[in-house]
């Protein structure tokens, strides 16, 4: 499967998976991220509105200018069910105050209502005075703001600005479409986090065709280097291939993002078969499956690796799908799942590289987030430690539950085995994946040689964000 053809699907959670799995087809339209809902059947069009104001009078509308909005309830919900998309029109039926509760409600033209905190919404005032506008930061401070403030008029201005009158003079003005992209319904604040943080994720097993792009067009293509990266963040794992089979590629696609992690290793480090070496990846053996780094609290996020030479015989990659593999433990397993995602364990690394090291941390197996989901895995057996800071009794049901994950991992139905040759580049979620090599022979004319690289997903996720807001801007020219 092409990357191209992957960025044409809407990948939802398990959007990879075999036939077991109950997931939309490939290719199923999706709705576009922070699209709004589609205005039901029968709905009439939203009404154009000119001026429309109310003043702080608890329990009723004042007088306000222009049409007369539809009343609002007394009581309700905010139901607004998605942010819109950039550019698309937001227009208002209705604004109301909510003095005791102390909220402005709006009504949109497709009959749906958000609520919002009159705290937030001075806090959060856009103009010049608020807000520096060069660097789009607050620099209103906090010991200046009013977290009880109440609210003196409220109008729409014009038909794209609402407009509020504080009970300081002070004015705010905030953008239609602003306010929809914020609203603070359960349904649209997930659909901004989403669009934010790309949070779905399409699970696999050994059944993943692993998306695949040129080298070349990822460094040259806005689109491409879009299509690359969300294929990352929601599959986990892109081939890149083409790139010049010599040192110091992983470095120029690390630019097309931003800058490489530096750690105990360099910037960028070499994977060889050494003498007296400081790593088990710098041996010719087997590696098991793995994550890089668990010995730092905070581990790289993304990982590149750049075949320069091959081995000749052997070197076989593997990777399995971390998130995947922990829902199915959480499944098959649940206390062998509460286990490794409650108790630290213990990684280390020491030695000499870049520079003299001794590095020391305390890691869940399994890193869950507030709401329960997977959100990385850190796991190396080569590097966890010989301490073991557990009660007595808690120590063998710690190896029994990480016995079941790894039996899981290295289930065939769940492992992708693939052969890297000279100009491939693999580039993970160093967070989700597992990797693993198996052993290799190589002679003096074919000496096994990857270069590798780190980032962190904060410069990442920048550069999605960046090159989604360029390629939608190309898009709507």
Not at 261 to 287: C, E, H, I, S
Not at 435 to 452: A, D, F, I, M, P
């Amino acid at each position: 499967m092409s990357l191209s053809t992957l960025a044409r699907y809407g990948l939802t959670g398990r959007g990879l998976l075999g036939a077991a799995a109950a997931a939309r087809p490939l290719g199923a339209a999706a709705r576009p991220l922070g699209a709004p809902p589609a205005r039901p059947l029968g709905a009439p069009p939203a009404r154009p509105l000119g001026s429309l104001s109310c003043r702080r009078r608890p329990g009723q509308w004042p007088a306000r200018t222009g049409p007369r909005p539809t009343a609002l309830p007394s009581r309700g919900h905010q139901t607004a069910r998605a942010a819109p998309l950039p550019g698309a029109s937001c227009q208002v039926s209705a604004l109301g105050a909510r003095d005791e509760e102390r909220l402005l409600e709006v009504v949109w033209g497709d009959g749906e209502r958000s609520l919002y905190p009159y705290t937030w919404l001075r806090d959060n005032c856009q103009c010049p005075a608020c807000t520096l506008q060069s660097a789009r930061a607050r620099s209103l401070l906090f010991s200046q703001l009013d977290v009880h403030t109440g609210l003196q008029e409220v109008r729409l201005a014009g038909d794209n600005q609402v407009s509020i009158l504080w009970p300081d003079h002070h004015v705010s003005r905030f953008e239609l479409q602003w306010l929809r992209r914020r609203c603070f319904s359960p349904a649209a604040r997930q659909a901004m986090q989403e669009e934010l943080f790309i949070n779905e994720r399409s699970h696999w097993d050994s059944e993943l065709l692993i998306p695949s792009a040129s080298f070349e067009e990822v460094l040259t293509d806005d689109k491409a280097a879009l299509d690359w990266l969300l294929a990352l963040r929601r599959v986990g794992v892109v081939y890149l291939r083409g790139a010049p089979s010599e040192r110091g590629q992983v470095a120029r696609l690390s630019e097309r993002i931003g800058f490489l992690r530096l750690t105990f290793y360099g910037p960028t480090w070499q994977v060889q078969d050494k003498a007296m070496a400081v790593n088990v990846a710098y041996t010719a053996g087997d590696l098991s499956l793995h994550t890089d780094y668990p010995a730092l609290h905070h581990p790289p996020g993304v990982q590149f690796l750049h075949c320069i030479q091959q081995a000749e015989l052997g070197g076989e990659s593997q990777v399995v799908d971390g998130f995947h593999m922990a829902e199915v433990l959480r499944r098959e397993d649940p206390q062998a799942f509460r286990t490794l995602s409650s108790l630290r364990v213990d990684f280390s690394d020491m030695g000499e590289d870049y520079c003299d090291f001794r590095v020391h941390s305390k890691n869940h197996i399994i890193d869950v987030d507030c709401e329960g989901q997977v959100s990385r895995i850190n796991y190396n057996n080569a590097t966890r430690d010989s301490v073991l800071d557990l009660p007595l009794d808690q120590v063998q049901e710690f190896y029994r539950a990480l016995k079941a994950y790894v039996d899981i991992m290295n289930r065939p139905t769940n492992v992708v085995t693939y052969r890297m040759e000279p100009g491939d580049i693999v580039t993970f979620d160093n967070w989700r994946l597992l990797h693993g090599r198996q052993s290799y022979t190589s002679s003096s004319e074919k000496r096994r040689h990857l270069e590798g690289a780190y980032l962190d997903w904060d410069e990442v996720m920048s550069r999605l964000r960046i090159l989604r807001h360029a390629v939608g801007r190309e898009d709507r020219h």
